[in-house]
């Protein structure tokens, strides 16, 4: 037997019996507790509606009465051969982003269709989203065959349909099956009524159906989720998302680039003492040199061949779920892994409406349920892989306000034209987008920013005084995240160094926005960057209130009050 | 990995994901056994520490055996506790005989809102899993609700990829379920593999035992000889009895949890 469960969902058109499917299995497998089935007959009953083994997973009173699934039922499911994890969707386009959170993890999809309606708009737009959402080991259940008399040639006519349309996605079945979930007919065993099909049951089926290779055969990615420091010990959490990682390793955390070694994990109890740890655990590092490092920072091993890209433009292949459609300009948090960063919409490619997969004629916007490759620009570096080499590290989410809002992959790398925003200063070697020199007005009861562009090369004078803003003529950068300080003197762009070089600023230190860092020898730099470690939500305020000064250098102009 | 260590990586990347993520925190301990396999978890994700307050919803039904373990391992941990009752209705004759909904709604999702607004937590750490019930089955791990305490099931927000909810509206918070994936036999196999501690009303006394912790008044024994953890194990592996089939207020109405859950029960 298999030691960790296999996730597999159910995905297809509104009324094709995904849920009867999985209803009808945990009753002929004894799955289910005693007195479930009473009680739904119970409540048919009371409802004055028949029977449906649907019900067995609709558990919400609105999903019984209006015999729909609104939202993903969750349930774990086992054969003799190992066990499952099984993700009921919702079918109804009302309800895409609850099948898109059912499906997102699934090593395996089951896309049921209809034998007499055959394909319809959800069962495209699902298989569409199965690909988006990385899943290629795909099942054809053709479900309901005694309305269609079990004929084959009925079921011929419907899986030549499928196998067309999956194709023009790029996408290959595993296999057909036939079936009436209803009647369990080919659920658990070949059914007499079908003597033409020989393949396997559902069952069988199912059992044959490949987990995912795991990750650890990967390169190490690690997301730093966290740094804590309860005591002396600094310790820099997270997961590791793919490879493998050991007492000793030389590691090197991006997007900075710096490297160190990894001395030691953390245990709790004191009796674990582990010296490798692998792909799926999370795990506490304990690190030669105490850099200041940040949530959302990548470790990899040096050693290894793969790694990462950082960029500020990143191409993707995205599903939309917001009520608004995503535009070009409009800003969004974009979060891989524990990275997060504002990204802002550079160009709209393609767009496909997936319930008819022909793209539409208009690029300007992306609407709900639709799908589109689309090009973002971020504000501070991002650290990503194509999808295909790394998982976790290729696939992002979108955040439009409160909620998660879209989500894709990043399979290329975006050649087109860049459209550097704000004040950009390249050394040479790397590009650094800040917004110093941006200008701030009141405008009635809301602050309104005006970006000032620019590029400035080595040794280019700087534009130090504007409409609401007035620098010294010699200042420093600070820019952590990239490990880097930038110099200006004689109010010119003098040079780029790493921040172990100038951990005691001799000159006024200011922030990407221009906001001035407060320091003197009893609040030193060292103590600003360690404070900035463990910064999150609740604290961060304060953070800001205590350690930057915004008015040092700025001057909120008045527009209109 | 195994199936184990799969599902406590996972409870510890939520539970750092709560930590760094929501602002003011609690973590909701009813004493039972999953609760207390939070706490144990807790202390793994943060290396021993428990850097949050841990809340008893206390009913003034409880078991009495449920306060003194309570307050002897809270103090072996010394963790920051709060016992919370909602004495007004107390005061005001709420008790079992009222009606179970209208008393597990006023003593416990009440008091359990009540305690959030008056602390002020953006997020709750809850051990519900999906396997105990119907509604529970359909949650999020990040599961928002309102000011008013109301969860709006029927239009859940998106969550995938471990991409958690974190941005929500001042004075609404989040319910984080870092067991949801957890099955009742988990539970007993991580408190075997870890020796964690549990309160002992577990284990069979005469032939019952108790499978399903609530209230004195409410919570109903099952038969079973199992006296050992290992027992409990080898009996959930043979038993088609539902867990909650013990719990009173499920037996109400074929919606209970359901209604009790959309105004704000764990």
Redesign the interface.
């Known amino acids: 037997m298999d030691?960790?469960?296999l996730h597999i969902v159910m995905v297809g058109h509104v009324d094709h019996g995904k849920s009867t499917v999985i209803g009808r299995l945990l009753y002929s497998t004894?799955a289910?507790?005693?007195?479930?089935i009473d009680?739904v007959k119970?409540?048919a009953k009371?409802t004055g509606k028949p029977f449906e083994y649907a019900y067995l997973?609709d558990?919400?009173?609105?999903e019984q009465k209006q015999g729909i699934t609104?939202?993903?039922?969750?349930?774990?499911f086992k054969t003799d051969k190992r066990?499952y994890?099984i993700i009921d969707a919702p079918g109804h386009q009302e309800f895409l982003?609850?099948m898109?959170?059912g499906a997102?993890?699934a090593e395996a999809a089951f896309l049921i269709v209809d034998a007499a309606r055959g394909v319809e708009e959800q069962t495209k737009r699902h298989a569409y989203i199965l690909k988006l959402l990385g899943i290629r080991q795909i099942y054809v259940l053709i479900n309901k065959m005694d309305l269609v008399d079990y004929q084959e040639a009925q079921f011929n006519k419907v899986q030549q349909h499928v196998q067309d349309f999956l194709q023009t996605l790029g996408l290959t079945a595993v296999s057909y099956l036939p079936l009436s979930a209803y009647y369990g007919e080919n659920l658990l065993e070949n059914s007499p009524k079908m003597p033409w099909y020989t393949g396997k049951s559902f069952i069988e089926t199912l059992d044959s159906a490949k987990a995912h290779k795991t990750s650890e055969q990967r390169p190490l990615r690690l997301p730093i989720?966290?740094v804590?420091k309860?005591d002396d010990?600094r310790?820099i959490?997270g997961?590791i998302e793919a490879g493998t990682l050991n007492v000793g390793d030389d590691i090197t955390i991006y997007p900075s680039g710096r490297q160190t070694k990894v001395t030691g994990f953390?245990?709790?109890?004191q009796d674990e003492h582990l010296q490798s740890h692998?792909a799926?655990?999370?795990v506490?590092l304990l690190l030669e040199d105490e850099f200041f490092n940040q949530?959302g920072e990548i470790i990899t091993k040096t050693a290894e061949n793969s790694q990462p890209v950082v960029d500020t433009v990143i191409q993707t292949n995205l599903f939309w779920?917001g009520e608004q459609p995503l535009v070009p300009g409009k800003t969004y948090?974009l979060?891989i892994a524990t990275q997060q960063v504002t990204a802002r919409v550079l160009k709209i490619l393609k767009v496909t409406d997936a319930g008819d997969l022909k793209a539409r004629q208009n690029n300007d916007q992306v609407r709900l349920n639709d799908v589109a490759e689309v090009v973002f620009q971020t504000e501070q570096p991002l650290v990503y892989d194509f999808f295909n080499d790394q998982h976790?590290t290729g696939?992002f989410?979108l955040?439009d306000?409160?909620?998660?809002?879209g989500?894709g992959t990043i399979t290329e790398r975006y050649q087109g034209e860049r459209e550097l925003e704000g004040a950009v200063f390249n050394d040479g070697q790397q590009q650094y987008q800040l917004s110093l020199f941006d200008n701030y007005y009141l405008n009635g009861d809301h602050i309104e920013t005006e970006a000032t562009e620019g590029q400035y090369a080595l040794t280019d004078e700087l534009p130090l005084t504007g409409t609401s803003y007035h620098y010294p003529t010699r200042f420093n950068i600070i820019l952590p995240r990239q490990n880097r300080v930038i110099s200006v003197d004689h109010g010119r762009f003098i040079k780029v160094v790493s921040l172990e070089e100038q951990l005691t600023p001799d000159v006024p230190l200011i922030n990407s926005i221009g906001a001035k860092v407060k320091l003197d020898p009893q609040r030193p730099l060292k103590a600003f960057l360690a404070e900035q470690e463990t910064l999150?939500?609740?604290t961060k305020t304060a953070f800001y209130q205590k350690w930057l000064d915004f008015s040092a250098y700025h001057q909120v102009m008045i527009k209109e009050i | 990995?195994?199936?184990i260590?799969?599902l406590?990586?996972e409870s510890?990347?939520i539970l750092?994901?709560a930590?760094?993520?929501?602002?003011?925190l609690g973590l909701l301990w009813s004493i039972g056994k999953d609760s207390t396999v939070l706490l144990w978890l807790t202390?793994?994700?943060?290396?021993?520490?428990t850097?949050f307050p841990f809340i008893h919803v206390d009913t003034s039904f409880e078991m009495p055996e449920v306060i003194q373990y309570r307050d002897s391992l809270a103090k072996e941990l010394n963790l920051d506790l709060i016992v919370y009752t909602n004495q007004q209705a107390l005061d005001d004759g709420m008790n079992p005989k009222l009606g179970r909904l209208a008393c597990c709604g006023a003593l416990k999702t009440v008091a359990l809102n009540q305690v959030v607004h008056k602390y002020a937590f953006?997020g709750l750490i809850v051990g519900v899993r999906?396997?105990e019930?119907?509604?529970r089955?359909?949650e999020?791990i990040f599961s928002e609700r309102t000011a008013q305490d109301k969860w709006d099931?029927?239009n859940?927000?998106?969550?995938?990829?471990d991409?958690f909810?974190?941005?929500?509206?001042k004075g609404n918070h989040i319910r984080v379920h870092p067991l949801l994936?957890w099955?009742e036999l988990d539970i007993w196999e991580y408190i075997q593999r870890e020796n964690v501690p549990i309160i002992d009303l577990y284990f069979a006394k005469n032939g019952q035992r108790y499978r399903s912790l609530g209230c004195a008044p409410c919570s109903g024994t099952v038969p079973s000889n199992a006296s050992t953890v290992q027992e409990i194990i080898d009996e959930l592996k043979e038993t088609?009895?539902?867990e909650r089939?013990g719990r009173a207020q499920d037996q109400e109405d074929?919606?209970a949890m359901?209604k009790l859950r959309q105004s704000g029960y764990m």
């Open positions: 030691e960790s469960a004894g289910l507790p005693a007195g479930t009680k119970r409540i009371e997973l558990a919400f009173e609105e609104i939202d993903t039922t969750r349930l774990q066990d994890i982003k609850n898109i959170s997102s993890n989720q966290d804590f309860f010990q310790i959490a997961r953390a245990q709790w109890p692998q799926g655990e999370s506490g949530r779920m948090k979060k976790v696939r989410v955040v306000g409160y909620d998660v809002t989500g999150n939500d609740k | 990995m195994d199936r260590d799969e406590e990586a510890i990347y750092r994901e930590y760094k993520n929501l602002g003011k202390k793994k994700a943060f290396y021993g520490q850097p953006d999906q396997d019930e119907g509604s089955s359909k999020r099931y029927t859940q927000p998106p969550e995938l990829w991409e909810k974190t941005d929500f509206p994936h099955t088609t009895i539902s089939a074929a919606y359901q």
